[in-house]
């Protein structure tokens, strides 16, 4: 081994392109749900995102302000909500012969660029996502007065990590089953704000929130409807070169790939102080991340919040008029203990600073800006390969106990689980293992059809000789 000498590896030949993929069933539009199946254009799928074409928007006609008096067309305005390109999405599902394999929700998406995106490259006109700033609603109305394109990335476990493209999906060897994407849309009143000028004796001018406002499409004059918007994916295809087609065509893949789990629960008391949780999850578990909201957030502003209706600020507000108009924030969570079984995992009652900007800064890329919680079972946070999990399968009493900060409103509770499951394509099907406890023929062990997939089973990272076949499953 020398300092003085370079080595370069010899990769195979391909070649990729982007191609675009429209929705054949359901109509493109807000409060929509539409699918698509993936195109056989080429040999794997490397990248998906959703193309997303919003209309140039301005106030409505008539605004009101809390007086009672018509507001002159200089004092309104409009604008999208923050992330719009997240938040203009309810969920997004990825089938496999029928049968789904993941489910993505508009939080995961957010909090997982937050947490994982690399310096440098954070999204942020690509989604029309926007810092906070004391005039940042002057950025989005200014953003909302010309027709966007938004390019939002659907973070599958297949492009969910940065040059990591061994774990494209083999497109090739799925001769009998067809990729489908569905994607639900938002209602229009969730994605939009109508604002008007006013003014506080201490705060000066600010945007106030006109309620149950629908802006105007700037281009047709008038009120906008659920089909101004256009959708469709842009699918990032890779082309192979003869041999190495023929291999990934002919062998059977068996991929280590990670999915998104959901438990919501409702805080129905304003008077609530804490909560204790019985987690649901299943399948080895890389972190838990949550984070608590407020019923009302269309409403209920707070001092850090991007604009109007900011589905993505998940902090308390404070009644303290002296730091701003919109009062103070602090954390919805005081301290958090998880128990398994009925042994404590940490500490019990660690506060939520030790969550919220700990565990992310010991673990991951970057360390979320507003209140989101989390606690990471992996040596390393947003990598592909597991370096530690937890078995969520084989614990019968996963429970997580959260103590809420003072006066908390009725607000929703929202747990993600990141969990790995072994995802295998053979003689032209795919399907996720179902029983993994049955040895290493995970062949034998897959569900082609309906059955949900339970799985029980501790990985190792090892990479072996048949093309595509990244995760070795180790019981």
Same mark, same amino acid.
């Given at each position: 081994?020398?300092?003085?000498?370079?080595?370069?590896?010899?990769?195979?030949?391909?070649?990729?392109?982007?191609?675009?993929?429209?929705?054949?069933?359901?109509?493109?539009?807000?409060?929509?749900?539409?699918?698509?199946?993936?195109?056989?254009?080429?040999?794997?799928?490397?990248?998906?995102?959703?193309?997303?074409?919003?209309?140039?928007?301005?106030?409505?006609?008539?605004?009101?302000?809390?007086?009672?008096?018509?507001?002159?067309?200089?004092?309104?305005?409009?604008?999208?909500?923050?992330?719009?390109?997240?938040?203009?999405?309810?969920?997004?599902?990825?089938?496999?012969?029928?049968?789904?394999?993941?489910?993505?929700?508009?939080?995961?998406?957010?909090?997982?660029?937050?947490?994982?995106?690399?310096?440098?490259?954070?999204?942020?006109?690509?989604?029309?996502?926007?810092?906070?700033?004391?005039?940042?609603?002057?950025?989005?109305?200014?953003?909302?007065?010309?027709?966007?394109?938004?390019?939002?990335?659907?973070?599958?476990?297949?492009?969910?990590?940065?040059?990591?493209?061994?774990?494209?999906?083999?497109?090739?060897?799925?001769?009998?089953?067809?990729?489908?994407?569905?994607?639900?849309?938002?209602?229009?009143?969730?994605?939009?704000?109508?604002?008007?000028?006013?003014?506080?004796?201490?705060?000066?001018?600010?945007?106030? /929130?006109? =309620?149950?406002?629908?802006?105007?499409?700037?281009?047709?004059? &008038? +009120?906008? #409807?659920? *089909? !101004?918007?256009?959708?469709?994916?842009?699918?990032?295809?890779?082309?192979?070169?003869?041999?190495?087609?023929?291999?990934?065509?002919?062998?059977?893949?068996?991929? /280590?790939? =990670?999915?998104?789990?959901?438990?919501?629960?409702?805080?129905? &008391? +304003?008077? #609530?102080? *804490? !909560?204790?949780?019985?987690?649901?999850?299943?399948?080895?578990?890389?972190?838990?991340?949550?984070?608590?909201?407020?019923?009302?957030?269309?409403?209920?502003?707070?001092?850090?919040?991007?604009?109007?209706?900011?589905?993505?600020?998940?902090?308390?507000?404070?009644?303290?008029?002296?730091?701003?108009?919109?009062?103070?924030?602090?954390?919805?969570?005081?301290?958090?203990?998880?128990?398994?079984?009925?042994?404590?995992?940490?500490?019990?009652?660690?506060?939520?600073?030790?969550?919220?900007?700990?565990?992310?800064?010991?673990?991951?890329?970057?360390?979320?800006?507003?209140?989101?919680?989390?606690?990471?079972?992996?040596?390393?946070?947003?990598?592909?390969?597991?370096?530690?999990?937890?078995?969520?399968?084989?614990?019968?009493?996963?429970?997580?106990?959260?103590?809420?900060?003072?006066?908390?409103?009725?607000?929703?509770?929202?747990?993600?689980?990141?969990?790995?499951?072994?995802?295998?394509?053979?003689?032209?099907?795919?399907?996720?293992?179902?029983?993994?406890?049955?040895?290493?023929?995970?062949?034998?062990?897959?569900?082609?059809?309906?059955?949900?997939?339970?799985?029980?089973?501790?990985?190792?990272?090892?990479?072996?000789?048949?093309?595509?076949?990244?995760?070795?499953?180790?019981?």
């Amino acid at each position: 081994m020398t300092l003085f000498k370079s080595q370069h590896k010899r990769y195979t030949n391909f070649a990729e392109d982007f191609e675009e993929n429209d929705f054949s069933a359901g109509t493109v539009g807000f409060g929509q749900r539409v699918s698509a199946n993936v195109s056989r254009y080429g040999d794997l799928v490397s990248d998906v995102l959703l193309e997303v074409t919003l209309p140039a928007i301005q106030a409505s006609e008539s605004v009101v302000n809390g007086a009672g008096t018509e507001v002159a067309d200089a004092d309104k305005a409009a604008y999208w909500v923050n992330a719009i390109g997240y938040a203009i999405i309810s969920e997004v599902e990825i089938e496999i012969g029928g049968t789904e394999v993941d489910t993505l929700y508009s939080e995961w998406m957010f909090l997982w660029e937050e947490l994982t995106q690399r310096p440098g490259a954070r999204l942020g006109e690509q989604i029309g996502k926007f810092a906070y700033s004391a005039d940042v609603e002057e950025d989005m109305i200014e953003f909302a007065s010309q027709e966007r394109k938004l390019y939002v990335p659907l973070p599958f476990w297949f492009n969910k990590y940065w040059m990591e493209h061994g774990l494209s999906i083999p497109l090739i060897a799925l001769t009998y089953h067809e990729i489908k994407i569905k994607v639900s849309f938002r209602p229009l009143a969730d994605c939009c704000a109508v604002v008007y000028r006013e003014s506080d004796p201490t705060w000066g001018d600010y945007w106030a /929130l006109a =309620t149950d406002k629908i802006p105007i499409n700037t281009a047709s004059a &008038s +009120a906008m #409807a659920a *089909s !101004d918007m256009d959708a469709r994916l842009l699918v990032s295809y890779v082309y192979l070169d003869q041999e190495e087609r023929q291999a990934f065509a002919s062998v059977q893949h068996e991929y /280590l790939i =990670t999915t998104t789990q959901r438990q919501m629960h409702s805080i129905t &008391s +304003a008077s #609530a102080k *804490s !909560d204790q949780l019985k987690l649901y999850f299943n399948h080895p578990s890389n972190a838990l991340i949550w984070f608590v909201r407020p019923t009302d957030f269309k409403n209920l502003r707070r001092r850090f919040s991007v604009g109007h209706k900011d589905m993505f600020d998940f902090s308390l507000q404070k009644e303290d008029t002296t730091v701003s108009m919109w009062g103070d924030v602090t954390d919805s969570v005081a301290s958090a203990s998880l128990n398994l079984n009925g042994h404590s995992r940490f500490p019990d009652n660690l506060p939520g600073l030790f969550f919220r900007q700990v565990q992310p800064a010991l673990k991951w890329p970057n360390t979320p800006a507003g209140y989101t919680y989390l606690f990471t079972f992996a040596a390393i946070g947003g990598v592909w390969n597991p370096t530690s999990t937890l078995n969520m399968s084989r614990i019968d009493h996963v429970q997580l106990e959260l103590k809420y900060g003072d006066n908390i409103p009725t607000s929703d509770v929202v747990v993600f689980n990141e969990a790995y499951n072994l995802l295998v394509i053979k003689e032209g099907m795919g399907g996720e293992v179902k029983d993994p406890m049955g040895g290493l023929d995970a062949s034998s062990r897959v569900s082609w059809g309906r059955e949900a997939p339970v799985l029980s089973c501790g990985f190792t990272q090892e990479r072996y000789s048949s093309p595509g076949a990244l995760g070795l499953l180790v019981c």
